[in-house]
Each structure stands twice: as C-alpha cells, then as structure tokens.
C-alpha cells in the first residue's frame, strides 16, 4: 500500500501537468473501483480547471474551479501515468496495458492522464471542496506529520492514552496521517525505540525524538521518489528508489547497520511485519 511519501511524490509529479489546467475530457471507463464512482462523473470533471493539487495522509485532492474536490485513492496498484507526446520526460516508451485505465483525464494541453489500476483497491470520489474535512476517509485522520499541529507535546499526550505497542500506535490514523509499515519501522530504528514498547511507556524525551525523526525519514524518502517495492511507480513510470537506503525493513537475518554486531529481527504485529535490531532498539 503506498505510504505517505509515495502518494507525495505522485502529487508532485501530476502538478505541473494539472495544477492550473484544464480537463477538456475525463472518461470514465468501468462504474466502480473498490467503491462506486460518484454519480455523472465523467460529466463533473469534463470541462473543468484544477485550481489546486493537495494531499491528505494518502489521499491526492485536487481541488476544481465547480467549488468541488475530486479525491483519489490510489489503493494497492493504483498508478496515476502521464503521457505527454511532446516531452521526453514523461512520454512512456511502454506504457502498462490500456484495459486497466479505469478513469483518463484528457487535458486541454493534449497531455493523456490514466488512473490505471489492475487490482481495483483504489477510490475516486467527488465532493464539495468546502466539506472535504468532513468526508468519511478523511474526517477522523489525525494531524499530518509535516505539518505544525504535529509536535513533540501533541504526540506524547496522545502516546499516553495508548497501551499499545509503539508501532502499532504510530500506524494509528487517527494519531498521525500517513504513516505506513515501511516508514514507522524506519523511525523506529532511527530513535533506538523498540516496536515492542508500550507507546504509553515512553518518556516525554523518547517520545519528542519521534517528530523529527518522523520529519526527517518522511522528507528523504520523498526526495528518494518513495519506495518502490512492487507496483508503486512515480507519474514518469520510474521506480522510486527509498528502498536502497532501509536501514531494517525487509533486512531480516541481515546485519545491523549499525555495526553493533547484532541481525536484523522480523516479528509480526498486528499482522504486520516488524522488523528491527533488538541491540540498537530498546
């Protein structure tokens, strides 16, 4: 599922060939992802300027000139590929097969837009821009962790209420929005923070080390392209490459970078892979 910083950096790559311009034609190509598409869609987003390009958690929004907001999920193999005939950087010498374009936006540029989708996990919805906060993805997604309302006194208040191991804690959306298996174990190798602690035993210094720490991993992996480790792709078909700088995850049985002479443990947890160096985390 891509995380936070996957969803970013297809943000970033759709916004110079969005942000601003206009949708001469949007087709629609099948009723339904892993929900129903909002009635007439093809009709609401015909025609219509994308004033804004924003994301929430791992949701992309893109904000139209009608006063509604288009959300995009790009679920388990969700892509968003760009096809622009006059340039090189985006042109897919070959591009994946046509039959999963579920939903293209045919711009007035010419440049060709598919939300391809082989798995069928992703979501598409329309809704009233003034009423996004209240959508039900949305409406209960904690403070984004690169934003200001993410501090080192909000997280260790909400750690508090919480007797759940750390890591399942962190993935918690409703503490903090966007964070993802790959990235929370990342942080928590950063920090020397076992996944197996109780959130609620953290002291207030351990638990301000996460934010920046968060921050930090967050934006290197965005400027990384994200992780690519099966169907994630940015919007010129490339992979992301995060994935080469793991310092644990998906390292089990390998040696710690650290070089404290330990492996690298794996142990599930809310049927989630955790994988961490049981000398370097406590």
Known sequence: MPELPEVETVRRGLQPVMEGRVIARADVNRPDLRWPFPENMAER?????????RRRSKYILADLDSCETLIIHLGMSGRMQIDQHDSAKFHQEAPIHQKHDHVVFHMQDGTRIAFNDARRFGAMDIIATAGVENHWLINKLGPEPLGNAFDETYLFEALKKKSAPIKTALLDQHIVAGLGNIYVCEVLFRTGISPKR???????????????????VLSEAIESGGSSLRDHRQTNGELGYFQHNFAVYDREGQQCKNDCGSKIFRVVQSGRSSFYCPKCQR
């Open 45 to 53: 987003l015909s025609g219509r300027i994308v004033m804004a390009l």
């Open 198 to 216: 109780k959130a609620s035993n953290l002291s207030a210094t351990r638990a301000a080390s996460l934010v920046p720490a968060i921050r930090e």
